[in-house]
């Protein structure tokens, strides 16, 4: 039996996404699929999942046992009746999927290789298929199209040097190939202006909506977990805005970065810390379908720089979809400082 054949009766219909399974957590209930469960049986990390939304993570056996209210022992009979692999161990979002592999596998980390890991990454290897907007080619129109409905400009998207696919694919970690087809592809670059990452969104409303670019097969490039987006600019500004994607934070350009999502590990938080000055602001505006992750890394950020607020959104809607200007007027009246009691009463008004 397949994974998906054994989840779906559990979790409902599924999404294939590069290798892993997407289903509606059936913890939180959020209606964006961002619940995940490794599907890779080559894989030691197949079956770990972990909700992008309310963080409650584990491997099949947690998993089952807490759907269907039996015992670790009954989970294991029914599991290995149904030929469904238990090799698993709980996942912890706080390292990067390598390190969590290292893990897997009983292979010890010592804290001098993981302080000095970042140092040893390079940018992930370009997609396949590949071409850079000029603002001539015919070839861009329908891309210029999607990014003015979007709210971009010509000159900003030509200013940061991005790019697009019209059919083309990118190399997974196991050297299978990831299809792209109509992105935009967007580039993360350092303090000195070095690309080192980039991620894409489709132009159409095909799955998966945006893809990040893969972790080579040597284990040696920079992921998600190690990158801000926009911080090379918006640590210029007076203040950076902390959005969860690239669409959010060019909305709010040149002050907004993006975290790829609501997930911001210590490397980057240690990034943002490390980028700017003790006067500037730092204004957290993640999406508030998840407010207790929102104010939780509030938290993390006010304890290593007090110049640190939260941004509640009555709106529901997130940086892109309410356009520049209304985004502004909600951080301009609805923002205050992440200190433990000012935290506490913005959860409270989300209730």
């Known amino acids: 039996m397949s994974l998906s054949d054994f989840l779906d009766p559990l979790l409902g219909s599924h999404i294939d996404a590069n290798g892993q399974l997407r289903y509606t957590c059936p913890f939180c209930g959020s209606p964006k699929q961002k619940f995940y469960i490794n599907n890779d049986e080559t894989s030691n990390k197949f079956g770990l999942w972990i909700c992008y939304n309310c963080e409650e993570h584990g491997n099949l056996a947690s998993l089952y046992m807490r759907i269907k209210k039996v015992s670790f022992k009954q989970a294991q009979d029914d599991m290995f009746n149904a030929g469904i692999s238990m090799d698993s161990v709980p996942y912890n979002n706080e390292l990067t999927n390598n390190e969590n592999i290292m893990l897997t596998l009983g292979k010890p980390m010592k804290a001098k290789e993981h302080n000095i890991k970042a140092n040893k990454l ?134 907004g970065v993006g975290t790829f999502g609501k997930q911001v590990t210590d490397r980057q938080i240690k990034l943002i810390i490390g980028s700017i000055q003790e006067n500037q602001k730092i204004l957290v505006m993640l999406d508030m379908d998840a407010s207790d992750l929102l104010v939780k890394l509030g938290r993390k950020l006010y304890d290593k720089h007090k110049e640190t607020y939260l941004v509640y959104n009555p709106t529901g809607k997130d940086a892109n979809s309410l356009g520049r200007d209304k985004a502004f007027e909600v951080i301009k009246r609805h923002t205050m400082r992440a200190d433990p009691v000012s935290s506490n009463l913005f959860l409270l008004h989300k209730q």
């Not at 979007?150 to 040097?161: D, P, T, V, W």
């Not at 990118?170 to 991620?199: C, E, L």
Request: glycine share 8%.
């Open 122 to 255: 390079s940018p992930p290897a370009l997609p396949y298929g590949l071409k850079y907007f000029n603002g001539n080619s015919p070839s861009e129109i329908p891309y210029w199209n999607y990014l003015e409905r979007r709210g971009f400009s010509k000159e900003l998207i030509l200013s940061q040097g991005f790019g697009y696919v019209e059919s083309g694919y990118a190399i997974s970690s196991r050297s299978k190939k990831i299809p792209i087809q109509k992105h935009v592809v967007f580039f993360s670059y350092d303090s000195k202006g070095n690309y080192t990452y980039w991620n894409t969104r489709s132009i159409t409303n095909s799955i998966p909506k945006s893809i990040n670019a893969p972790q080579n097969e040597s284990g040696t490039a920079i992921t998600r977990e190690d990158v801000v987006f926009g911080l090379n600019y918006a640590s210029k500004q007076p203040g950076i805005i902390i959005t969860e994607g690239v669409p959010d934070a060019l909305t709010l350009y040149p002050y």
